[in-house]
């Protein structure tokens, strides 16, 4: 029986591209496998690294092949992309996948159970309902300004402007049936947002780890239950490596020795990068309310000398490598250990 050192698969919903190489590095595999051959073809192999790039469907694909006895790294795509030759096809991208497993350095992502993605799942689909009634909202809005009736932002505001809308009879029936229309759907799902909120609630007060995340400044219940269920700290190797991941430190243009740091790199989790943003701009509306009452040396300095949006990401840089710290630890939040980091700055 032939014994690979690596098998590289490029994913597909049907045709799965194979490139495996020997223990010399010389290719001795090319093969492409219809999705029912997949589970067949590597049970009558022997334990070896299978490589896939991090994308839809790979960690189920990992778990199964990992049950099988095999060794799975996932690859971000992004980590690929260097290595794929001139031209673009499977058998190309398989090549490039098995290439970039081999690297010295290569970073790689944590496998999740089926658990993990179903708890994941719940935050996604809430925001995906969210991204809907936004999108219903801002619909019926244009629709009614074509008839000249307007109303404030916010959706208290939906409400009167419905109201507005019925009594205004210049409005031809079919106009004011489909806006109707458009108010029922947003009200369904206020409904069903309502009930994942109550769920997501009860899910956040049942995890200990969501709730000690929940103790630091700016991060809510959302957000903590959002790092508990999608972050690993053993994944990353300090704060500024989870910080980095999810998108919060400045890109750098340097060279010639000269250091060039631009704007953030916004790589990694898009929503945990919005939900830490959201959290600090909320820390500093407090703090500017509070006026001097403050105690937060940094970021009162920080708002003397940069834009209120600037603070807002710093400050959300501040609170993933704190949340990270946190969830390595496994313990609340503690003020004092943060105030002596804020001493330390503001020396600095």
Not at 73 to 87: A, D, E, M, N, T
Not at 165 to 189: K, Q
Not at 260 to 271: K, Y
Not at 331 to 342: D, F, T, V, W
Request: one cysteine or more; charged letters at 25%.
């Amino acid at each position: 029986m032939t014994q690979y050192k690596r098998i590289a698969i490029d994913t597909s919903k049907a045709v799965f591209t194979l490139h495996g190489i020997d223990r010399a590095d010389r290719a001795i595999l090319r093969v492409n496998l219809s999705r029912a051959q997949m589970i067949p073809f590597f049970k009558k192999l022997r334990t070896t690294e299978i490589a896939m790039e991090a994308c839809g469907g790979s960690h189920y694909w990992a778990r199964e092949l990992t049950a099988l006895g095999h060794k799975v790294l996932l690859i971000p795509p992004q980590y690929v992309k260097p290595y794929v030759k001139r031209g673009k096809n499977d058998r190309i991208d398989a090549e490039a996948i098995c290439e970039a497993a081999g690297r010295p350095g290569m970073h790689f992502v944590p496998v999740k159970s089926a658990e993990q993605r179903a708890q994941g799942m719940v935050l996604k689909v809430r925001d995906t309902l969210v991204g809907q009634r936004t999108a219903l909202v801002n619909t019926l809005r244009g629709h009614a300004t074509e008839f000249g009736i307007i109303a404030a932002k916010g959706l208290s505001n939906i409400a009167p402007l419905l109201e507005k809308i019925e009594a205004e009879t210049t409005i031809p029936p079919e106009a004011r049936e489909m806006m109707a229309l458009l108010g029922e759907e947003i009200a369904r799902l206020d409904a069903r947002l309502k009930e994942m909120d109550t769920y997501l609630k009860r899910t956040h007060n049942a995890n200990p780890d969501s709730k000690r995340r929940a103790t630091a400044p700016g991060i809510g219940s959302t957000t903590a239950l959002t790092v508990v269920t999608t972050v690993d700290p053993d994944a990353f190797e300090s704060g500024r490596h989870f910080s980095a991941w999810v998108g919060l430190t400045p890109k750098e243009h340097s060279t010639g020795g000269k250091p060039r740091m631009g704007g953030i790199s916004r790589a990694g989790n898009e929503r945990l990068r919005q939900l830490f943003v959201l959290g600090a701009m909320s820390v500093i509306k407090a703090a500017v309310r509070a006026g001097g009452q403050c105690t937060d040396a940094w970021l009162l300095d920080m708002l003397r000398r940069k834009p209120r949006k600037v603070v807002a990401v710093a400050l959300a840089n501040k609170m993933a490598r704190r949340c990270w710290a946190m969830l390595k630890r496994g313990e609340a939040y503690q003020p004092a250990r943060h105030a002596r980091s804020i001493r330390f700055v503001a020396q600095a």
